[in-house]
């Protein structure tokens, strides 16, 4: 009679054992779970896996409140775990709580252990419901079954809260984080906005500081910043330079006959027929109303004064028309260069002073020719003191 005694006893113990093993596996395999996965799926599954698992229960499922509706975020059968197994009769479906019961046991706040019959089967089912909290945050409710009555003991009513903890805190932690994701995602976004913007307006402002709106040529303050850099060049490697200023005749005579908008249409006619007859290291640049500046990089006077021959006859060329009339345009040039040995005894002399300089002279010879008609080249002599 002891040993059976004390067999109960032992069998009781061994039990326990068990129970308290499965237990804290259960809680084991939840704290590795990480809730910053950004899919809730990839984790809420897998943990009412590992309770179904080791609780050995047929049927499971963890229903969150979704804006006043408690909807199934996750299901699982001990048979998905298990395929081959026998332990229940795989035909059997899990119970279904409709939405006035979830609610009230969501609202509850307490853990329910009971048995239901359902009607259309008279199966048995033994139910264990309990809310899932996050401090007073209530989420939803976890719902697990067995088909037989009485099934749920000592230790399932016991873990069953721990879990549903675990579970509400990791729910809590996601929604946090995944909210803290967005948050840091929408501010990341608009601070590239902003960058793009600024980005986009620096570049708009610059090119404005540096380019002529209407013709899109390089304006008066670029065309010396850039003149000043290729003058030193010159004068570092003792190579030919040139300027020239160009102003076209007579160009009042078309905004008063025809309007400004035909003038702006010949200034940007003109623009477009220099661009294309000079060299990429040429630099051209508008710098007053309808003059324009030229500078010469590698080009002695002979070579300056063969472009001005050209350009002069291609600008005559180029045909306007305005209120059914026909015209064309001519202009005036001046020009100054500068030779090797001019430049290699001007060595210690600033080149911001001396395209100035040669600025004021050429543009003396620009409006020399002007006054002599027009439709002309005038060249400079360079005095440099």
Known sequence: MKQASLAYALNNMAAHFDQMLAALSTLQDLSQIRPEVIDQDQWLKPALETLIDHFGVAFGSIFLDEQGELTEAASCAWSELMPHAAKIDLAVQKPVLDQEQLKRIMESGQIENTTTQEVESSQEFSLLCTPILSGQEKLGVIVLSYPQANFFNEWHIRLLPLFSSFVGQLITTHRLLNNMNEQVKA?????????????????????????????????????????????NRAIRYHHPFSLMLLDLDRFKSINDRYGHKVGDQVLQGISKKLNQMLRDT????????????????????EGAKLLAGRLLETIAEVPFTANGESFSMTASLGLVSLKEEELDSKKRREAEYIIDLLFTQAD??????KHQGGNRLNVAKPDLP
């Open 282 to 301: 040429d630099l051209l640049a508008r710098v007053g109303g309808e003059e324009f500046a030229i500078i010469l990089p590698e080009t002695d006077e």
């Open 187 to 231: 501010r990341t976004q608009e601070l590239e906005n902003l960058l793009e913007e600024t980005t986009e307006l620096k570049t708009h402002y610059k090119k404005l500081s540096l380019v002529d709106e209407l013709t899109e040529l390089y304006n008066r303050r670029f065309f010396f910043l850039e003149g000043k850099n290729i003058l």
């Open 364 to 369: 003396f010879a620009m409006y020399s020719a």
